[in-house]
């Protein structure tokens, strides 16, 4: 069975940094691509980054851009979310995903075109 697990969460100061982690088992059939997203209360959630996994391409929203870097160890089947600077905006649930089935690059931002979810973890940006 697929999963994903995120870690790394926690309670930060503005300006302070984390370094989340999304660990993947099951994955026999590998993926496309994998995405980070978030999601703070009475908000939708909102792709934040990704990596696709067949030609290494990253891709940031507007918000994280210079703040937030994704990267990937792919013998511990692991994704990084490095993010610093922080700001309590930042402030929400990171869920990771997969892309299994079929990948859009250029819709990478949309939840609804991953296939497997984690069960998130708790960021919180506040002094």
């Known amino acids: 069975q697929p999963q994903l697990v995120e870690s790394g969460g926690g309670l930060v100061q503005p300006g302070g940094s984390l370094r989340l982690s999304c660990v993947t088992s099951?994955?026999?059939?590998?993926?496309?691509?994998i995405g980070w997203f978030r999601q703070a209360p009475g908000k939708e959630r909102e792709g934040v980054s990704c990596?696709?996994?067949?030609?290494?391409?990253?891709s940031y929203a507007d918000s994280v851009k210079g703040r937030f870097t994704i990267s990937r160890d792919i013998d511990k089947n692991t994704v990084f979310l490095q993010m610093n600077s922080l700001k309590p905006e930042d402030t929400a649930v990171y869920y990771c995903?997969?892309?299994?089935?079929?990948?859009?690059?250029?819709?990478?931002?949309?939840?609804?075109?991953?296939?497997?979810w984690g069960r998130g973890t708790r960021v919180t940006v506040s002094s």
């Open positions: 990596f696709s996994w067949t030609d290494g391409v990253t």
């Open positions: 099951g994955f026999t059939r590998g993926y496309y691509a």
């Open positions: 995903a997969a892309a299994v089935y079929n990948w859009y690059s250029t819709s990478w931002y949309q939840a609804r075109i991953y296939d497997y």
